[in-house]
Structures are given as C-alpha cells and as structure tokens.
C-alpha cells in the first residue's frame, strides 16, 4: 500500500484554485505509483475557512467543486480530500469536518473528525458536529484507520491531562484497524513539529500501527502552517517526513515501511525565519500585494523585518523608507542606509524635521502651559505612520510593521504610529529572540550592520533615548512575559521563582493596560504557542 501524502497549500475559500492544488498534486502522484491519497484537512475549502462555512452557499459551491475534481480525476488513483461535508440529522451543527473519497468519478464515503477543538486558534465547535463513531476504509487489502488532526492528539499515555474523554486511534485499533492514516492543517510554532513526531511515534508505539500523517503548508492570515508530513512504521520509528515550508508530495509504502526523510533545520532560529518567510510571502500575495514596504529607523527590528521582506519578496520588491527627524543620530541613518544596500532594496528618505515644527505651532496655543511630553514622541510616530501610509496608497504595496512581541505585550509602541500597517511580521517575536535570528541570519549572510546589532536599542524620540529608560532589560522582560503570556502564570507564581515583585507587578500592569492597543493591531504572524491574534482572548475592560 503506497500512500502519497499531498502537502499543498491552500488558500481560504479559493475553491478552483484549491482544486487545481489538489488535481496537479493528485498528479504527481499517479506518476510515482501512488494506490492512494491524501490531501491535509479541509484542503478544499483551505484551513481555516472560519466563517465562510456559515455562507451555505460556499458550502454548497464547495461540494459542487468536489465532484467536479472526482470527475478530473476518473483515472487517477482514489483521493481523500478534506472538506466540510453535511450533516443530514435535525440536531446539532450543520456541518462534519470530513475527508471524502474519490475514486473513478465517484464522490463516495465520508469520514468525520471526531475531536473538535476549541482552544488557542482553534474554533470548530462553532461549525462542526463530532463523529459518533470513527471509520475504517477498506483498500487493497488493507483497513486504514482514518482520522483528521485532533484525532491523534488525545493519547492518555502520552499527555499528562488528555483534553477529551475519547481517542479515536484507541477505538481503530479495537476495530481492526492496520494503519493509521490522518489529514491534518497543524499551525505551526516554534518546537511543535519535533513534539508532534514524539507524540506520533508514542501513539504508534503504542497501538503497533504504522501511521501516514499529512500536514498542511502555507500562511493563513495570522498562521503558518510547515508541513513536514510525516510516517511512522509499527515500531514507532519515523521512515518519512516531507520538506518543511514549501509544497510536496511524499510516498509512503505502508507495508515495506519506506518512505523518505527530507533534511530540515530544527533550531528555534531558522524554523522561525523559515516560518516568517512564509508568511510574509503568502500573507501578500494571497491578498494581491506584489511589493511591500516599511520603515527603516536604524534598529534591529526594522532591520530583521527588511531581511524577512527581502528573502519573501525579492528584494527589487521591498522599499524602505527613512523618516530622520532632529533627534536621529548619523549613525542610525548610515546604518539604515548600508542595510539597504547589503539586502538590495530600495529606499527613499522623507526628513519630518519640518512637519513636526508645523505640529508644534499648530498645537501651541492649546499646549500652552503643558511641559512636553510623551504627547510629542508619539506625534513623531504618528507623522511616521502617516507617510508610510501614504506609500502604501499612492504605490499599492503592503506596509509592514516592525514592532517586536515584546513591545507589543507592554504597549511600548504608538497607536497610529508605529504600529501602523497591514501585517506585524514580528509581533510574535520577543526581543531577544529578534538578536539571536538576526545574528544567526548574518552567520550565513552578513547582511545586517554589526553596529545595528551592538547599539542600545532606542526609539530616538528623545534626546539620548533608550529603551531601557521606560522598560527592564529586555533579557528580564522577555522572561517574565513569556512566564506570563505563554505560560498564563500569575504575578504570584511568577514572583515565586524569584523575579523582583517590583519589576513583575510593573510588567504585567504594562501588559494589561496595553490590550486596547493590541485589539487594534496588524495581524500578527504567530510562531510562539501563544500569540496576539487569534487565540488571544482577552477583555479591554477588566477589573483586576
């Protein structure tokens, strides 16, 4: 039994454009002798469709578009493509999260998602109905076992505190199942694949079935998904794992126990730049943005943003704008200057000297008697924010935003400032985290200035401003909120670890008075296993 595990990427909604993925995917694997496939989960409708699945016309498009992709492929070998299929019975949800098969132009058995998930990004008790029952598909002699993401997440034995009340793999294997083979849209964080190999090689181990998982590939909005679909043989040892980050097709020959295993770089510096590429790329270009710009102020993050941009968009499609006002240094703008050349974009340089004078004029009467301020700083991000918004307009590109997770957890960043833009490339990446992927970076090309990566970071809004005269030391913050925004652990808990109870109570109110401002970020490409987008839930107005 040759099992071709189908790593496309999709996007929302697109059905012909999903369905051309699926059909030239299907393809290419007829041609390497494949007697089944597989394409990941809702590949069809492309993951996660969100509300579309409440338009019924959609769904009923949708199931339109699957017989027609049955009819393409009368020839080819039989296909399971996920896709949202009816529920028939008068109650509960209208909708099963399904992978339905093809074969010989027929759209023929469907089979459910038993587990829905409904925490972090995940929603899907809002759309689906869970399967009573999980279902064998008998082919070429074989029963495969056939279960859809969640499904194979609920091992007892693996997970300290299983988070559902059933495993469907327990149920197959009692049924007779031979193999497991499941259809997956897994978002992606830094660390999650190498987990997600452990906890598959234990389920395997454990029940003795060899199992074919494929994943999903691509940026979604706010997500990324890497791929990496992966096999198992009965022993639990991994014999397949397709490329991670781009498209593929991976055979995997279930009964021999062979596959391939496609090289991969696991350091949390290089899965995140390769997920950031990612989803820069596929965040444009599935919204029809062919060039991106942003601002270059000197600093590391507007400098590892232009990398990312870069490498996503080539770099005769990335524009940097410099905004140096009289409290720039010569160094920052030399710096931005020399980056630019180093990756190969364009730049143009807009001095706002003069139009913070004319801000100053206009506001004196109503200042009067007011000593300056944070107003003032901020009134140079937003004149920032305005022209870089005026770039976007005028030539059509997508405007990113520079500002790194750190920032953005204590609202050390400007509302119609800085923080203007379509998409947050960083948003989820912790400062010190921004240096340690900018000096891996150089290690294989040195693009970014050494002394962009020695200087005090600094907002320069101020004369002789740093960052560290509003905040703590980023290496002690980014402690303290990852304890806090990843972990979801209280001032208590954090401070009994032996963090200054000062300095934590400080930090977390920064944190919670900046929820205003998060509501109304860019979307923010998550890589860390909790981000602020779209599982971040938490209320503006709250009385602690």
């Given at each position: 039994m040759r099992v071709a595990l189908l790593q496309i990427n999709p996007t929302a909604g697109d059905l012909a454009g999903n369905a051309a993925l699926i059909i030239r995917s299907v393809r290419q694997a007829q041609s390497a002798g494949a007697d089944l496939a597989a394409t990941p989960e809702l590949a069809l409708m492309g993951y996660l469709p969100r509300d579309l699945l409440l338009n019924r016309g959609f769904v009923r498009r949708s199931g339109q578009m699957l017989q027609e992709i049955a009819t393409e492929l009368a020839?080819?070998?039989?296909?399971?493509?996920?896709?949202?299929?009816?529920?028939?019975?008068?109650?509960?949800?209208?909708?099963f999260n399904s992978a339905v098969l093809l074969h010989k132009g027929v759209v023929g058995q469907a089979f459910h998602k038993t587990l829905l998930p409904t925490y972090d990004v995940f929603d899907e008790d809002r759309y689906f109905e869970p399967a009573t029952e999980p279902q064998i598909l008998e082919w070429n002699g074989w029963k495969l076992g056939i279960s859809i993401c969640e499904d194979v997440w609920n091992d007892r034995n693996f997970w300290a505190r299983p988070r559902y009340h059933r495993d469907p793999i327990e149920v197959l294997a009692n049924r007779g199942a031979q193999a497991i083979l499941n259809l997956s849209a897994s978002p992606f964080n830094a660390g999650k694949q190498l987990l997600r190999e452990r906890m598959l090689s234990h389920l395997v181990e454990g029940h003795r079935l060899p199992l074919a998982y494929v994943n999903q590939v691509g940026g979604d909005d706010d997500l990324i998904f890497d791929g990496r679909s992966c096999a198992f043989d009965a022993n639990g040892r991994l014999?397949?794992?397709?490329?991670?980050?781009?498209?593929?097709?991976?055979?995997?020959?279930?009964e021999a126990g062979i596959s391939h295993i496609a090289e991969d770089d696991f350091a949390v510096e290089a899965e995140i730049w390769n997920a950031l590429v990612l989803g820069v790329h596929d965040y444009a270009t599935k919204t029809r943005f062919a060039k991106v710009l942003l601002g270059l102020s000197g600093g590391i993050d507007s400098a590892l943003t232009a990398a990312?941009?870069?490498?996503?968009?080539?770099?005769?499609?990335?524009?940097?704008?410099?905004?140096?006002?009289?409290?720039?240094?010569?160094?920052?703008?030399?710096?931005?200057?020399?980056?630019?050349r180093n990756l190969g974009i364009e730049t143009v340089t807009l001095?706002?000297?003069?139009?913070?004078?004319?801000?100053?004029?206009?506001?004196?009467?109503?200042?009067?008697?007011?000593?300056?301020?944070?107003?003032?700083?901020?009134?140079?991000?937003r004149i920032r924010g305005?022209?870089?918004?005026?770039?976007?307009?005028?030539?059509?590109?997508?405007?990113?935003?520079?500002?790194?997770?750190?920032?953005?957890?204590?609202g050390y960043c400007t509302l119609y400032g800085d923080m203007n833009g379509g998409l947050a490339v960083i948003g989820d990446v912790p400062k010190t985290m921004v240096y340690r992927i900018a000096e891996w970076r150089n290690r294989r090309r040195p693009d970014i200035p050494e002394s962009i990566l020695t200087k005090a970071p600094?907002?320069?809004?101020?004369?002789?401003?740093?960052?560290?005269?509003?905040?703590?030391?980023?290496?002690?913050?980014?402690?303290?909120?990852e304890l806090h925004v990843?972990?979801?652990?209280?001032?208590?808990?954090?401070?009994?670890?032996?963090?200054?109870?000062?300095?934590?109570?400080?930090?977390?109110?920064?944190?919670?008075?900046?929820?205003?401002?998060?509501?109304?970020?860019?979307?923010?490409?998550?890589?860390?296993?909790?981000?602020?987008?779209?599982?971040?839930r938490m209320p503006i107005v709250r009385g602690e």
């Open positions: 020839g080819a070998p039989p296909v399971l493509v996920g896709i949202a299929t009816a529920n028939p019975a008068e109650m509960g949800r209208p909708l014999i397949g794992r397709a490329a991670g980050f781009r498209e593929d097709v991976l055979l995997v020959d279930l990312i941009a870069a490498e996503a968009m080539g770099p005769q499609n990335v524009l940097g704008v410099l905004m140096p006002s009289c409290y720039s240094s010569t160094g920052s703008v030399d710096d931005s200057v020399e980056l630019a001095p706002i000297s003069d139009i913070m004078r004319t801000y100053e004029c206009t506001l004196a009467d109503a200042f009067q008697g007011r000593a300056a301020d944070v107003t003032e700083e901020n009134i140079q991000s305005n022209l870089l918004m005026a770039l976007s307009n005028k030539f059509g590109s997508l405007l990113l935003t520079t500002g790194n997770k750190s920032e953005l957890s204590v600094s907002a320069e809004l101020r004369p002789n401003q740093t960052d560290q005269d509003t905040l703590p030391p980023y290496d002690l913050l980014d402690q303290i909120l990843e972990q979801c652990q209280s001032a208590e808990e954090i401070i009994a670890q032996g963090f200054d109870e000062a300095t934590v109570r400080r930090v977390l109110r920064m944190v919670r008075g900046a929820e205003f401002k998060r509501k109304q970020a860019a979307p923010v490409l998550k890589v860390t296993s909790r981000a602020f987008g779209t599982g971040w």
